[in-house]
């Protein structure tokens, strides 16, 4: 590879990470660590349940006796009856596929390579497929949720509905540019332009689920969920 397309690979690639990820590159800026602390404790969820469900005996426990409760080789792998909802289970596929094949695509607008286009035409649809089954066969539903924990789930909800459009109009483009336009470079670069939209769209989704696990507790051993699967 030329250093002058290699140099343009680097900086693509650079400029696409910070612009999938702009919470991340800017998580050091100008609020404080201590606000930030401050912050999360008004937004947390103040309610718990009393009991959990517990992995090694599959019954209801207090948390004390949850603690007090010794090893079990035998359970450390869980099965998917143990988990509260299957949803953490998926979710991770589209937001893994979807963010590659985004990068991999804006790379192949220099290179035009008939294998790499391929490769995002399937990861996009196994992307695809993955975000709707999260989104659709697989959603879990809550309730007594902070009137805070909402706003927080709509905005997950939009990014998951956005990320559904955007994957599935990105694997139309990615079709027509492999099928019909034969890896034209126009027909690429539309294709990845859609695509760093999914890609967008489903780590946004992704940092809002994150949210509500682990700032507003929505999830953890059934907290706040309405059914177990």
């Not at 009393?50 to 035998?74: F, I, R, W, Y």
């Not at 539309?190 to 809002?208: Q, T």
């Not at 929505?218 to 177990?228: A, C, D, S």
Request: glycine fraction near 8%; charge should be neutral; proline fraction near 4%.
């Amino acid at each position: 590879m030329k250093p002058s397309k290699l140099l343009i690979c680097l900086l693509g690639f650079f400029l696409l990470t910070n612009f999938l990820f702009p919470n991340e590159t800017q998580a050091h800026g100008k609020e404080k660590h201590g606000k930030k602390a401050e912050s999360a404790k008004v937004d947390t969820l103040k309610e718990a349940r009393a009991t959990v469900h517990d992995t090694l005996t599959s019954g209801k426990v207090s948390p004390e006796e949850h603690a007090d409760h010794m090893a079990n080789p035998a359970k450390v792998h869980a099965s998917l009856s143990d988990f509260p909802h299957i949803h953490p289970l998926i979710v991770h596929f589209p937001i893994m596929l979807l963010m590659i094949a985004a990068a991999m695509q804006f790379v192949n607008i220099l290179f035009q390579k008939k294998e790499l286009n391929w490769a995002v035409t399937i990861m996009v649809l196994l992307g695809f497929i993955t975000a709707y089954a999260s989104s659709y066969w697989s959603h879990p539903h809550t309730s007594g949720l902070s009137a805070h924990a909402e706003l927080v789930l709509g905005q997950h909800d939009k990014y998951a509905e956005y990320t559904i459009y955007l994957s599935g109009l990105g694997l139309l483009a990615q079709i027509l540019s492999v099928l019909v336009f034969k890896g034209k470079r126009w027909s690429i670069a539309v294709a990845a332009v859609i695509l760093i939209g999914a890609g967008y769209a489903v780590s946004m989704a992704g940092h809002y689920g994150a949210q509500l696990v682990h700032i507003e507790g929505v999830g953890p051993q059934g907290k706040y969920l309405e059914q177990h699967h």
